[in-house]
C-alpha cells in the first residue's frame, strides 16, 4: 500500500522545468524546509513494512500457544514422568515405602531381552495390519455405495453408520460380549438354526483365533463409519465430468475407480490409512474388555501387555519401560509409513 501511494504521488507531482526536472525555486523552499523526497518516503517506507508484518508473523505462533501449553501440559509431562518411571524399580513394596530404586536401562535390557516381548510385538503388527486392511477395503465399498444409493436409503444407511460411531466403546464391546456369548449369544443360536449344530455353545472367547476374529469383528464394526463417510464426502469434491468422460470412453466400475476416483482421492486414502494404523495399533478398550488379553495371555497386544506387566503384576517400571517401547515401535511404523508415501509422491512428481 506504501509503494502505491508513493508511485502515485511521484505521478502526481507538479513538473514545470525542461525536460522532467521541477522549478528550482519549488524545489528549493522545499529542501530549505526538510520536505523529505519521493525517494527518501519510498527507502523509508520499507522498514515501516517490516515494522508493521512482524506482528503479522508472530500471530500464527500466538493463536497455537494455548494448544502447545496443553500439550505439554497433559502429553508432556506424564511422558517425562513415565520416562523418569521407566529406570527405577518400581513395586508395590517400593510404592508404600516411597523409596526411589534407580535400576538404569536394566527394565529395557530385560524386556527386550524376553521372548514374551517380541511375540507380542509381532502379534500386534499382524493384528494391526489385518484390521487396517479390512477396514479400508470395507470402509471404502461402503462409501461407494453411498455414493450410489438414492436420497432416502443413503440417509438411512448414513443414520445407521453414525450410530454405530456414536456408541461408546465400552458399551458396544458389552453388546458384543452378549451376541458371541457361548450360552446366551445370538451368534451361536443362529449358526445352530442353520444347521452348524456344533456351534451351539462355543466358547468365542476359549482359543485364541476365534478371540481375535470377535475382537476383529468389534474393531471394524467401529471404525467402518469413519472411513465410509469421509469417503462419501470426498467422492462429491470430484467433478461428474471425468466420470462422464471415462465411461464414453468405455470404462468399467473397477477401471472408473482406478482411473478416476482413486487418483483423484489418494491423499484421503494415504491419511486415512495413517489413522487407522494409530487407532487400530493402540486398540486397549476392545481387546482388554472382551478377555483381558486371554487366554493364557495369547491374544496381547503390547498396550495390554503394558498394563498387565504395570498395573496387574505391580510392576510399575516395567509397565513404564513397555508403553515407552510401544511408543517407539508404532513411531518406527509410522515412519516406515510414511517413507513410503513421500517416495511414491516423488516417483509421481518426477513421472509427471
Known sequence: MAVQLDDAADKAAPRTGKGDAPSARRGGRGAGRGTPSVGARRTASAPARRAASAPARRTPYLLLLPALLATAVFLGWPMVRNLLLSFQNLNMKELIQHLTDWRGTGNYQEILGSEQFWRVTSRTVVFTAVNVVLIMVLGVLIGLLLARLGTTVRLVLSAALVLAWAMPVIAATTVFQWLFDSRYGVVNWVLDRLGWHSMAHYDWVGSQLSTFFVITVLIVWQSLPFVALNLYA??????????????????????????????????????????????????????????????????????????????????????????????????????????????????EENGL
Open 234 to 347: 470426498a467422492t462429491t469434491t470430484i467433478p461428474k465430468e471425468l466420470y462422464e468422460a471415462a465411461r464414453m470412453d468405455g470404462a468399467g466400475t473397477w477401471q472408473v475407480f482406478t482411473s478416476v476416483t482413486f487418483p483423484f482421492l489418494k491423499p484421503f486414502f494415504l491419511a486415512t490409512t495413517f489413522l487407522e494404523i494409530i487407532w487400530v495399533f493402540k486398540a486397549f478398550p476392545q481387546i482388554f474388555a472382551i478377555n483381558q488379553g486371554g487366554p493364557d495371555r495369547l491374544t496381547e497386544t503390547l498396550p495390554i501387555y503394558a498394563f498387565t506387566e504395570g498395573v496387574g503384576n505391580l510392576h510399575f517400571g516395567m509397565g513404564a519401560a513397555i508403553s515407552l517401547l510401544t511408543i517407539v515401535v508404532l513411531l518406527a511404523m509410522t515412519a516406515y509409513y510414511l517413507r513410503l508415501t513421500f517416495k511414491q509422491e516423488q516417483q
